[in-house]
């Protein structure tokens, strides 16, 4: 079992920052790819972006990529989400998610290839 943990979520005004961060316990999410996702209300679960297992290689939805950057910490099992020049259609709940698969779009970018979900951050942007 892997437990997951969202922290760093929070009220901003447009055009500011803020880094999320998702805590791995329990069995090690090393193994794993490790992605954000996020859900605005009344809207479907969305792909944000994806890391691979050793960090190497990462990829980010084209709505929030040149802002948005997914980095992790296998020595501290965190994975971070820094997040720049938000927008207020960037306002959602953010949820952390780990599983096992091919690191290819058709998996990374599918919620349903996820295991391990936290409990999600709320992000609020102000314009």
């Known amino acids: 079992q892997v437990q997951l943990g969202e922290s760093g979520g929070g009220l901003v005004q447009a055009g500011g920052s803020l880094r999320l961060s998702c805590a791995a316990s329990?069995?090690?999410?090393?193994?794993?790819?490790v992605a954000w996702f996020r859900q605005a209300p009344g809207k479907e679960r969305e792909f944000v972006a994806a890391v691979s297992e050793s960090g190497g290689v990462s990829r980010s939805a084209d709505s929030v990529k040149e802002r948005f950057t997914i980095s992790r910490d296998n020595a501290e099992n965190t994975v971070y989400l820094q997040m720049n020049n938000l927008k207020p259609e960037d306002t959602a709940v953010y949820y952390c998610a780990a599983g096992v698969m091919p690191f290819v779009a058709n998996y990374y970018q599918n919620r349903y290839q996820y295991r391990y979900w936290g409990q999600g951050t709320q992000v609020t942007v102000s314009s």
């Open positions: 329990g069995r090690t999410s090393s193994s794993m790819t």
